[in-house]
């Protein structure tokens, strides 16, 4: 059994800053890349950011040089740092990863979403 566990959603208001992190736990083997999408009631999830084992970012044209992913690979834990938030930014942040359990296949795990709302 694999849990990913999100944290540290809320209210800012505009120009404030939040920390997301994400917990992975349970029967894990190696934890390959992680992620962090967002998603707003009628749009379709999209990728903010991800982060491979190794280190490699990629992020989303629209959060370049405002968020920073970063993660602790002995903790199982990946972490956004969201500053200059903007309304826009308001949706639904929900954590992905790529988990090797023993004797599986790699396998794509979510969380169950942290809410993020930019307001005034």
């Known amino acids: 059994q694999v849990q990913l566990v999100e944290s540290g959603g809320g209210l800012v208001q505009p120009g404030g800053s939040l920390r997301l992190s994400c917990v992975a736990s349970g029967s894990i083997l190696r934890v390959n890349t992680m992620g962090w999408y967002r998603q707003v009631p009628g749009k379709q999830r999209e990728l903010v950011a991800d982060i491979t084992s190794g280190g490699r970012t990629n992020y989303a044209d629209s959060v370049k040089g405002r968020f920073t992913i970063s993660r602790d690979n002995a903790k199982n834990t990946v972490y956004l740092q969201m500053n200059s938030l903007k309304p826009e930014d308001t949706a639904v942040y929900t954590c992905?990863?790529?988990?090797?359990?023993?004797?599986?296949?790699?396998?794509?795990?979510w969380g169950q979403g942290t809410q993020v709302t930019v307001s005034s």
């Open positions: 992905n990863a790529e988990i090797i359990r023993r004797w599986m296949a790699a396998a794509d795990f």
